[in-house]
C-alpha cells in the first residue's frame, strides 16, 4: 500500500510538469539561500576555533585608562609593552603565557642569490607559543621549538612557495637576503578563519640578537601577549586583579590590562561582527520563508483543481487516511527534490564564493 502511495504520488508530479518544475525550482533557491547564508554563519562563528584550547586563551588588551593624551572613546589598543608578559607570570591562574611580535612585507629565499618570495604577515614568538596556540605538523619537528636565536617555522604555503616541498625540516632559509634561519618544523595553514594567519613564526630570542630586545623592556616594540589560562579558570574574577600589572611601573602608571577571551578576538576586529551576523541571518530566514509560502501558494492553487479527484476516489472506496497520505507524500518528494538540488547549487556556487 504505500509503495502504491508514493508511486501514484511521483506519477500526479511528472504528469503535472510545469507546477512540479515551479515548486522544485522555487523551495531549491530558497534551501540553497538557507544553506550558503547559514554555513556563513557557522563560518563567522567558528572564528580561531582551530585551536586546541579554544576557551582557555586570552589576549592582554592595553587601556589608556587615566591618560589626558587621548580623545578617542575607544582608547585601547592589542599592543602591550614587552613587559606585559612576564608581570603576568605573577598571577597563578596562567597556565603558559607568549609574547608575539607580528611583521609584515619581509622577503625569504632558499639562499642570498635565489629568487626572492614575498610575505604578507608573520610572527616573532617565544618557546611557549606553541603551548598556547595549536600547529599541526606536516612532518615530525625538531625538539625545542622556537627556543634557539635563528629558528623558523614555516607554513606548508610557504615552504611549497620557496622549496616546492615540505620536507624541509633542519634546511635553511634566508630572510632579506642577509639572515640565515634554520627551518625547524613545517605547520600546516590555518583556516581563513583564523584572526592571525602567520606565513612564519621565528624564534623571539632572534630579535635579541638583531635589536636588542629582551622581555623585560618596556619601550622598545609592542607585542601581543596571548595567555592561556588553567581550565575553569573566571576571566571576569582574573580581570579585577590584573587590571593594574604595569602600574608599578611609572612610565605605564596611567595604563590598564584587560583580557579578551580568543571567542571574542574576531569582533574585536571587526567591528560590525553583529551587525553583519544578524543581516545575513535575517536575510536567510526572509529568503527561506519566501520560498516555502510561493510553494504553499502553488500548492493550494493545485489542490483546488482537484476536487473532482479527491471526489471519485471517495465514491471509489477511498479512505481519508490514504488520501492525506498522498498528498504529504507528494509534498515530501518535492521538498526531497528541492533539497538534493540545493545542495547541488550550493556546491556549485560555493568555490566562486569563497575565491
Known amino acids: 500500500m504505500n509503495f502504491l502511495i508514493w508511486k501514484i504520488s511521483f506519477r500526479q508530479l511528472t504528469n503535472n510538469k510545469i507546477y512540479s518544475l515551479m515548486s522544485i525550482g522555487g523551495l531549491a533557491l530558497g534551501f540553497t539561500a538557507a544553506i550558503i547564508i547559514g554555513l556563513f554563519i557557522r563560518y563567522q562563528n567558528t572564528w ?28 585601547s589598543s592589542p599592543h602591550c609593552p614587552v613587559i606585559t608578559a612576564a608581570m603576568l607570570e605573577k598571577f597563578p ?12 612585507d619581509n622577503y625569504f629565499s632558499k639562499s642570498a642569490g635565489s629568487n626572492l618570495f614575498q610575505t604578507d604577515l608573520g610572527f ?38 620557496i622549496f616546492g616541498s615540505v620536507d624541509v625540516t633542519g634546511h635553511s632559509v ?55 589560562l588553567h581550565s575553569g579558570t573566571d576571566i571576569d574574577t582574573l580581570n579585577p586583579k590584573v587590571r593594574d600589572v604595569l602600574s608599578s611601573h611609572d612610565a605605564l602608571k596611567h595604563e590598564e590590562i584587560t583580557l579578551l577571551p580568543l571567542s571574542q578576538l574576531q569582533r574585536y576586529y571587526m567591528s560590525d561582527y553583529y551587525v553583519i551576523v544578524w543581516i545575513f541571518t535575517l536575510v536567510g530566514i526572509f529568503i ?68
Open 93 to 104: 591562574e596562567f597556565r603558559s603565557i607568549t609574547l608575539v611580535h607580528e611583521v609584515q
Open 288 to 355: 527561506l520563508c519566501m520560498s516555502v509560502f510561493n510553494y504553499i501558494n502553488l500548492s493550494i492553487v493545485r489542490a483546488a483543481s482537484r476536487t473532482k479527484e479527491v471526489a471519485v476516489k471517495k465514491m471509489s472506496g477511498g479512505q481519508r487516511k490514504s488520501l492525506i497520505g498522498q498528498f504529504l507524500s507528494e509534498s515530501f518528494l518535492l521538498a526531497f527534490m528541492a533539497m538534493m538540488l540545493a545542495v547541488v547549487f550550493a556546491t556549485v556556487i560555493l568555490p566562486f564564493l569563497i575565491t
Open 48 to 75: 580561531n576555533t582551530i585551536n586546541e584550547h579554544y576557551d582557555q586563551i586570552v589576549m592582554a588588551k592595553r587601556h589608556y585608562a587615566r591618560t589626558v593624551y587621548t580623545g578617542k572613546e575607544d582608547n
Open 174 to 228: 634566508v630572510m632579506n637576503k642577509k639572515t640565515n634561519l634554520r627551518i625547524s618544523g613545517v605547520y600546516e595553514d590555518l583556516p581563513a578563519n583564523t584572526t592571525f594567519r602567520p606565513e612564519y613564526i621565528i624564534s623571539f630570542s632572534t630579535l635579541l640578537n638583531r635589536l636588542g630586545i629582551a622581555r623585560n623592556d618596556i619601550w622598545t616594540i609592542g607585542c601581543l601577549v596571548f595567555a592561556r
Open 124 to 161: 616573532y614568538a617565544d618557546s611557549i607559543y606553541p603551548d598556547v596556540f595549536t600547529l599541526h605538523f606536516v612532518s615530525t619537528p625538531e625538539p625545542g621549538l622556537l627556543s634557539s636565536p635563528n629558528t623558523i617555522l614555516l607554513s606548508e604555503s610557504l615552504a611549497r612557495k
